[in-house]
């Protein structure tokens, strides 16, 4: 006798839909999974074991065998728990395969006979939704996440003998609402509105060019560097940044969501652009993504939001070199010999250095203690490729002591207005590309050419300047959409030479002095 269930599983990004096939033979009574099952799918056999016998149900005194399809597919996991025990309640005859060829099954199991959430819940929805199942039973846990995909019916579940009194038509599960995201899009990124709140941008005395070059690359999400000497406000630029995001769109939400599920069995739903600040200690692996499981890396838990590295040149070279692929594609793919999985990495890269190992070159008020040697090794630690992939470069001086007593005291929040007119320059580049999720630094090249026109006497000052600073086609473009953004913060429909002077202005080398 056989019965077949169907379930689903993560595979990188996406789902999987896994047949769940059991076979009840005559024989020493025993129990085997096979079909590239990992530790964690074989060590289903007793938790499946006990939560049967302990929900009244019995356990079948023959020789038991589940085989998982396709089976030359890698499962690992505890997603199969519950679709394994329903197959099983099917070979004993209390349930009837033939009613479920519709419907898909997912949820660890406890002894008792409970369910426990599992990871990557939004890509198995997904999945059994491409794959046209009708209704998906899930661990009531994982309900929040799931629900956010339209067009399937998404039934929480507590234990298996409510399943089981459900699928009889003896005791109806209760239906539960689905999630909606209505009042999550008007969260914003920060409480920069609160008049007991004091925005970290407002915090950052002086530091006007800097916080003018932040606010450009947040307009039109380009990616920045600032370097300069140790306190002169590098990092609280860079949090700055995180309160000046835009709300999250229901698209990103759900994307997001759909990331964290692969790491984390919460249930909450994202309100919150990301701001990853890995230490520069972090492995190659944490950064990129991988591993045994090839679970994402940093770059993508960052996607929509801000990826911040803090003492840039301190990271590995071999971290730095790979993130020069994400930065132009906007996705990364992970490539091992028995898997190749794709994530995004639509993340903007903010970016904080010192001139040397010390931090002190070419400061007046402070000598220089490192060797020609150091500051060189230093300096191959960020090779030209990955700075032609920054669009704005910007010096950080520190403000003198003097200064910042004479800083006026305001209740008035600046951050906001810059909020507001960054909020204004992305509606321009809303309609100027006929896509929400289009920006001016995520632009193609044929976009720009297309999209950005220069007047002429425009197009002749950025190509003497090209020359002059013997810029790569790469920079060239980027320059364009610097100052594309610019304009859009000014409001002015046309590239003026102001806009172009001030984009060229954000190409200095950190390392033109050594």
């Known amino acids: 006798m056989t019965s077949i269930i169907y379930s689903s599983l993560p595979h990188g990004f996406n789902g999987v839909i896994t047949r769940v096939e059991a076979d009840s033979n005559r024989g ?33 005194s023959t020789k038991v065998t589940i085989n998982l399809a396709p089976a030359d597919l890698q499962k690992t996991g505890t997603h199969l728990d519950l679709p394994i025990a329903i197959a099983i309640l099917c070979l004993n005859g209390d349930l009837s395969a033939s009613d479920l060829t519709t419907t898909a099954f997912v949820g660890e199991l406890s002894l008792n006979g409970d369910l426990q959430p599992v990871k990557g819940i939004i890509n198995l929805v997904e999945a059994a939704k491409t794959a046209n199942f009708t209704t998906i039973f899930l661990p009531k846990s994982n309900f929040k996440q799931a629900s956010l995909i339209p067009d399937i019916k998404v039934i929480p579940v507590d234990n298996l003998k409510n399943l089981f009194l459900h699928l009889k038509h003896i005791k109806p599960l209760s239906p539960a609402s689905k999630t909606t995201l209505e009042t999550t899009t008007d969260t914003t990124q920060a409480d920069i509105t609160s008049p007991e709140t004091t925005s970290i941008f407002d915090s950052i005395y002086g530091q006007d060019i800097a916080k003018r070059a932040l606010t450009i690359a947040i307009a039109g999400r380009h990616n920045i560097l600032f370097y300069g000497p140790p306190g002169s406000g590098k990092t609280m630029l860079a949090r700055a940044a995180a ?24 249930d909450e739903i994202p309100k919150l652009r990301p701001f990853r600040d890995p230490h520069h200690t972090a492995s190659f692996t944490s950064i990129i993504g991988g591993g045994p499981s090839a679970l994402p890396g940093e770059i993508t838990l960052a996607t929509n939001g801000i990826l911040f590295l803090d003492e840039l040149p301190e990271f590995s070279r071999q971290t730095l070199e790979a993130l020069r692929q994400p930065l132009e594609s906007r996705n990364i793919t992970i490539c091992r010999a028995n898997y190749r999985f794709s994530y995004p990495a639509n993340f903007m890269l903010v970016a904080a250095m010192n001139p040397c190992p010390c931090g002190h070159l070419n400061d007046p008020d402070h000598p220089c203690t490192c060797s020609l040697s150091q500051i060189s090794n230093y300096r191959k630690k960020l090779s030209g490729p990955l700075l032609d992939r920054i669009d704005i470069i910007v010096k ?30 992305e509606a321009y580049q809303h309609l100027r590309f006929s896509n929400f999720y289009t920006f001016n630094a995520t632009a193609t090249s044929r976009q720009v050419s297309t999209l950005i026109p220069l007047p002429a006497p425009i197009q002749s000052f950025l190509d003497r300047s090209a020359n002059s600073l013997k810029l790569s086609t790469r920079t060239y473009y980027k320059t364009i959409k610097v100052a594309r953004t610019i304009a859009d913060l000014d409001q002015s429909s046309d590239i003026a030479p102001s806009h172009l002077a001030e984009a060229l202005s954000y190409r200095t080398n950190p390392f033109q002095s050594l």
């Open 243 to 266: 309160e000046l995001l835009p709300p999250l769109s229901n698209h990103e939400i759900i994307e997001l969501a759909k990331i964290n599920s692969l790491i984390s069995t919460s």
């Open 396 to 425: 950080v001086t520190p403000t003198k002591i003097k200064n910042l007593k004479k800083h006026p005291v305001s209740n008035f929040s600046t951050a906001n207005v810059v909020k507001n007119t960054i909020t204004e320059a």
């Open 28 to 60: 020493l009574p025993s129990f085997n999974i096979v079909g590239m099952a990992a530790k964690t799918v074989n060590e289903a056999k007793d938790r499946v074991r006990s939560a049967i016998t302990n929900s009244g149900f019995s356990f079948p």
